[in-house]
Structures are given as C-alpha cells and as structure tokens.
C-alpha cells in the first residue's frame, strides 16, 4: 500500500549505491522504489547532519575571524594614533627622520648595488664553496637587517599625518 500523501523523491542512478551493493547494476525493475528509499533516509540523514555541523563551524571560525580583524585593526588605529601625536609634539623631530630616511635610502641603494655586483663576480664560487657564501652573507647580513630596520622606523616617524589633521604649508 502505497502513500498518496509523501510522494517518494525519485534519486538518479548515481545515487543508488546504498550499503556497497551497486543497484544499477541490477535489472531495472528488480528493486523497487519503495525497498530504495527506507535504505537511504539514514544516509541522507547522516549528510544533513553533517553539512549542519559544517555549516555551523564555518559560521564560528566567520566570527572569529571578525573578532580577530577588529582586535587587530583596534591596535592599528591605536598606534596610527600615537604616531600622529608623536608628530604633532615633534613636528622638527619628524622632518629630521624624513631626511635622515632619504639619505639611508640612497645608501642602501649603494649598498644593495655592491652587494649584487659581488654576487655577479663571485656566482661560481658561491655556489661550488660553502665558505664563501658564508662569508658574504656575515658580510653584508647584519649591516643589511639593521639597516632595514633604521629605515622603516624612520619612514613611520617621518611620514605624513593623517588626512584628518592639518599638514604643513610650504
């Protein structure tokens, strides 16, 4: 006896391998909807489930990651702020790191220049001795990091205010 009241959704053939038994490989006819259906509810089921859950792990990491953005870009407006104070209370100090900023800048230019060319000089070497490398990158690896980090604290301490405060006239 059939239930006119929930007609039983009809699945394509890819669909049917239910418990490791291949039904298109059965003759058509020779299962019918009726015996398809109560072996798949479970597994449907199953899947709802486990989409829901998926569905609901991915909506947490989603807040977390917003939680993570807001704390991050609070810090970043706090310290953007700080800055511009430190600007505003040093406005002299700040032209002087501008500056100094551009000369080491032309510095590490002539410095990455020479450091190049005696890779280009020495290639061959470098790369049959270890030594050599070794003594290039003690060398030119510490001056090079430090250099580095002079010259992005003074572009932070040398660059412009923000837009909301008012900039200097030439």
Request: hydrophobic fraction near 35%.
């Amino acid at each position: 006896m059939t239930d006119k009241r929930h007609p039983r959704p009809t699945y394509p053939e890819s669909f049917s391998m239910v418990h490791g038994t291949d039904r298109a490989a059965e003759p058509h006819g020779a299962s019918s909807e009726a015996d398809d259906w109560p072996a798949l509810a479970p597994l449907l089921l199953e899947q709802t489930q486990l989409l829901r859950q998926l569905l609901a792990a991915q909506d947490r990491q989603n807040e977390l990651l917003e939680e993570l953005v807001g704390q991050i870009s609070a810090a970043q407006r706090q310290r953007q702020q700080e800055l511009s104070q430190w600007k505003r209370a040093n406005p002299h100090l700040a032209r002087y790191c501008r500056k100094a900023a551009e000369i080491l800048s032309r510095v590490q230019n002539e410095f990455l220049s020479s450091l190049t060319r005696e890779i280009h000089e020495q290639g061959d070497s470098l790369l049959e001795g270890e030594f050599l490398l070794t003594e290039l990158i003690d060398r030119f690896g510490p001056r090079m990091i430090h250099l580095n980090g002079l010259l992005q604290m003074l572009s932070q301490l040398s660059s412009a205010s923000n837009p909301t405060s008012p900039s200097p006239s030439p």
